[in-house]
C-alpha cells in the first residue's frame, strides 16, 4: 500500500480490508475495498478531483461528509461524490473536466414503484442524539426507523479518538468516542423496535407524512411513513473567505479526522488550523498522534473559546497559538503550498506589517458549524410533529447531545399522546453538559506532608467533567467549588496510593503523580498517548502547563495500560520543577517556524464565496451595489447557491458579503429553502433497478 497509509497509531488498531485495483486517469493505483473513493485517492496522493469551467479552477474536497460537491469525480463515466461512494474492485476513475458528458446509454427502462415502509417515530440521523432519541422511544413501546447515511452508528463520535469529558454516569466520561459509538450502536440494535438503516440518505420530508428515503448503494428511492420525526442530523462545517480558499488542500477539520482517524490515511504532512474551539483543538492533537506537522493554530478572537485543557495539552506538546490572528491568504501552485497569517487590530482589521507566511500543505478550517435542521423547518410548515435535537438543534459536546436525544425522545413520546415523564434533573444536566467554560481559577501546588505519592491536578477552568473524581480508590478526588455541579473544580485531599487511575482516565490529560525520591529529585508520572520507544535513562523535554520549558526529565520506566490506551511515562525529575510539569515537548519546535519574509498577496475581493459555482466575494459585491439587491435569492441570478450542494457552504457567507456591500443586517431576506436535500439520480427515483418486488 502506499505510503500515505497511517500504518500505527497510539490509539486505533488498523482496519482489515481487501487491497483492490482502480484506476485514476488512467494510473493504475491500489486502495482498501470499501472505503471511500476520495480516501482512496488521498492516500495515493492525489488531491485535486476536478477543474471547474470557471478557470479551470482545480477543486479538492472540504467537507468529506457528502454536503457539498467538492470531491466529484468521474467513476466509471458518472459524476459522482468521491467521499460518498465507496471503492470497488477495477474502478475506472477520472478527473472531472468542467462538465460531464451525458452518458451514451438511452435504453428504455421501466419504472417501479417505490418500497414503503412505516413507523410511529422517523429519526433523521444516528449520532449520540438520534441514537439515544430512538432507544427512549423503542423502550416506551413505539416503532422506529432510525436513519443514516454513513455506513456506521455514531455520527462523529466515531471520528474521536480521544476521552470524553462529562459525566461517567450520564454520557461516558473518560470514555473514547470511538468506543461510545460501539457502546450506544449495540444498544440500539438490541431493541427489536428499532429498525437501522444505514447508507441511507432523508431526500425530504413531505406534508403527506412521508419522507423519501435514497439508498445510493441500491440505487434505490423508497417511501417511509410516520406519525412524527426527530431530526438529529447533526451540523455541517462553516467555511472561511479568503483568497485562495477553494486550493486543493483547504479543508475543514471535520474532513481531516474522516482521513486521518476513520480511514487511517495520512493526509497531510503539515497543517495551519484556523479556530481555537474544541474542534480545532482537537483536531491539533489528532495530526500529531497520526505523525502529521502543526504549524500554528490562529483565531481571531483574543482569547482560545475551548476549554483550556485542550489548549494547553497541545501548547505543552510544543503547537503554538496565535491569538486576535486571522488568515490573510492561502497560496500554491494548484494546490496549499504556503499560508499567511496576521494580527488583527480591536476592530478586527489585519494589520499586514505583522504578517508571517508557513510553509504548510494543508489549512484546517475549524470556525464552528450550523445545524442541519431543514427537515424541522418543512415540519413547522407542514403540520407534523417534529422535534430536533443535538447539533440540528443547537451547536454544543457531543456529552450534552446523548442527553438531550433522551429529553427529545421523551417529548416526542409525549406529542403522539403518551404521558412518559421526564425527569427535571435531565434538564439540568443537559444544560451543565452544554455549559461553555467558565472561570479560570489559579492553583498553588505543594508537597504531602508525609512521604508518598500525591496527585497533581493541572486543571484551572470550570468545565463539565469528573472523571477523576469517580475512578479514585479512595474516594480522594472531590468537585469544590461555588456551583456544585461537575463544573467544580476537582482538588485531591486524603490517601494516594500512586495507582495512576485518576491520570490514565482524564480527557485532557491533566493530572500527574508525584513523590519526593533522592535528595533534590522526585518521581514524575505523566500520561503519554503516542507511540514510543523511550528506554531507561533516555531524556525528554519537560513543559509546564502553559507550554514553557522546564528542562528535561531522565526515563526510569513505562508502562501501557491496555483499557485506557495510554502510557504513563516515570520521569526522575529535578524537585524543584516536578510539580510544575505537566507534560513533555512532542513536536519539534523548528517545525513552526515562520519562513523568514511574509509571502502574499491580500485580495479580498477574489476570495471564493461560493465554491460550487466559483463566485467571487467581488462579483457579490459589485451585483449587490449595481442591484440594490437584499434578498439572497437574488444572488441565483449570478449563480451563488445554485451548484451542486444547494447553497450549504455559502449561504451560511453570503449575508456578511452583503453587509461588507453596505446592505444592513435587518434589511437582509433569507434563502428559500426547497428540497430535495441531496442529489438523487432520475433512474433511483424511478426505481429502475427494482422496486417493491
Given amino acids: 500500500m502506499h505510503a500515505l497509509r497511517i500504518t500505527q497509531h497510539p490509539v486505533l488498531d488498523q482496519k482489515p480490508g481487501r487491497d483492490v485495483s482502480f484506476t485514476f486517469d488512467g494510473q493504475p493505483l491500489v486502495g482498501r475495498e470499501g472505503e471511500m473513493v476520495s480516501s482512496a485517492l488521498f492516500a495515493n496522493g492525489i488531491r485535486t478531483f476536478s477543474r471547474h469551467v470557471v478557470d479551470d479552477a482545480p477543486q479538492g474536497i472540504f467537507c468529506a461528509n457528502g454536503q457539498c460537491a467538492q470531491c466529484t469525480v468521474l467513476i466509471d463515466g458518472l459524476p459522482m461524490k468521491s467521499c460518498i461512494t465507496p471503492l470497488r474492485e477495477g474502478m475506472e476513475i477520472k478527473t472531472l473536466v468542467h462538465f460531464p458528458e451525458l452518458p451514451g446509454d438511452d435504453q428504455v427502462r421501466p419504472a417501479q414503484k417505490p418500497l414503503e415502509l412505516a413507523c410511529q417515530v422517523l429519526v433523521v440521523g444516528a449520532g449520540p442524539s438520534g441514537i439515544t432519541a430512538a432507544i427512549e422511544l423503542a423502550d416506551a413501546g413505539y416503532s422506529v426507523i432510525l436513519v443514516d447515511d454513513k455506513d456506521r452508528l455514531g455520527g462523529k463520535l466515531v471520528l474521536q479518538t480521544h476521552k470524553f469529558f462529562g459525566s461517567m454516569a450520564d454520557c461516558y466520561a473518560g ?81 481531516f479526522q474522516t482521513l486521518v482517524n476513520r480511514d487511517l490515511v495520512k493526509s497531510s504532512e503539515r497543517v495551519l488550523i484556523v479556530g481555537c474551539g474544541n474542534v480545532g483543538l482537537i483536531a491539533a492533537y489528532h495530526a500529531l498522534q497520526a505523525g502529521i506537522e502543526v504549524a500554528a493554530l490562529i483565531d481571531i478572537a483574543p482569547k482560545v473559546s475551548g476549554y483550556k485543557v485542550h489548549a494547553d495539552k497541545i501548547k505543552r506538546m510544543g503547537v503554538p ?89 421523551r417529548e416526542m413520546a409525549r406529542l403522539l399522546g403518551s404521558e412518559l415523564e421526564i425527569p427535571q434533573e435531565w434538564f439540568e444536566k443537559q444544560e451543565i453538559l452544554k ?19 500525591q496527585p497533581v491536578i493541572h486543571c484551572y477552568q470550570e468545565i463539565p467533567c469528573n472523571p477523576c473524581t469517580t475512578v479514585c480508590p479512595h474516594d480522594s478526588i472531590r468537585l469544590t467549588g461555588k456551583t456544585g455541579t461537575i463544573m467544580d473544580l476537582p482538588q485531591f485531599s486524603g490517601k494516594c496510593i500512586g495507582c495512576g487511575m485518576c491520570v490514565l482516565i482524564c480527557p485532557g490529560l491533566a493530572i500527574t503523580l508525584v513523590r519526593k525520591s533522592k535528595d533534590g529529585l522526585a518521581e514524575l508520572v505523566l500520561p503519554y498517548e503516542f507511540d514510543h520507544n523511550f528506554q531507561p535513562g533516555d531524556e525528554v523535554t519537560l513543559r509546564d502547563v502553559e507550554g514553557r520549558d522546564l528542562g528535561t526529565g531522565t526515563v526510569l520506566k513505562t508502562r501501557f495500560n491496555k483499557k485506557h490506551r ?83 457552504t455559502c449561504l451560511d457567507l453570503l449575508p456578511r458579503v452583503l453587509r461588507e456591500a453596505g446592505v444592513q443586517t435587518e434589511a437582509i431576506r433569507p434563502a428559500t429553502y426547497r428540497p430535495l436535500t441531496v442529489e438523487i439520480p432520475m433512474k433511483a427515483l424511478a426505481n429502475q433497478g427494482g422496486g417493491e418486488e
Fill in 175 to 255: 470514555t473514547r468516542g470511538t468506543d461510545i459509538a460501539k457502546i450506544l450502536e449495540e444498544e440500539a440494535r438490541q431493541r427489536e423496535n428499532i429498525t437501522i438503516m444505514t447508507d441511507s440518505v432523508v431526500a425530504g420530508a413531505f406534508a403527506d407524512g412521508k419522507a423519501g428515503i435514497y439508498q445510493p448503494q441500491e440505487e434505490r428511492y423508497l417511501l417511509v411513513s410516520f406519525a412524527g420525526v426527530i431530526v438529529a442530523a447533526g451540523a455541517r462545517e462553516r467555511s472561511l473567505v479568503f483568497p485562495g480558499n477553494d486550493l486543493p488542500g483547504v479543508f475543514g477539520a471535520g474532513a
Fill in 566 to 648: 495510554t502510557h504513563l511515562l516515570n520521569l526522575e525529575v529535578a524537585a524543584e520543577i516536578a510539580t510544575q510539569a505537566a507534560g513533555i515537548l512532542v513536536q519539534d519546535p523548528a517545525v513552526t517556524e515562520p519562513l523568514p519574509e511574509a509571502d502574499f498577496s491580500y485580495l479580498p475581493d477574489n476570495a471564493i464565496v461560493c465554491r460550487c459555482e466559483r463566485v467571487s466575494v467581488g462579483d457579490v459585491k459589485q451585483f449587490v451595489q449595481e442591484n440594490e439587491v437584499t434578498d439572497l435569492n437574488q444572488l441565483k441570478l449570478i449563480r451563488a447557491a445554485m451548484g451542486a450542494c444547494g447553497g450549504k
Fill in 435 to 453: 455549559s461553555p467554560p467558565g472561570e479560570v481559577f489559579p492553583r498553588t501546588h505543594t508537597w504531602p506532608p508525609e512521604d508518598g505519592w
Fill in 321 to 409: 497559538i496565535y491569538l486576535s490572528h486571522t488568515i490573510l491568504s492561502v497560496q500554491g501552485e494548484g494546490k496549499v503550498e504556503q499560508a499567511t497569517i496576521a494580527e488583527v487590530d480591536q476592530d478586527l482589521n489585519p494589520l499586514l506589517e505583522t504578517a508571517k507566511t508557513f510553509a504548510v500543505d494543508t489549512v484546517l478550517i475549524a470556525v464552528g458549524l450550523s445545524s442541519v435542521d431543514e427537515f424541522y423547518q418543512a415540519g413547522l410548515e407542514a403540520g407534523f410533529p417534529v422535534l430536533k435535537t443535538g447539533d440540528a438543534n443547537e451547536i454544543a459536546e457531543a456529552s450534552s447531545a446523548m442527553m438531550g436525544g433522551r429529553i427529545t425522545g
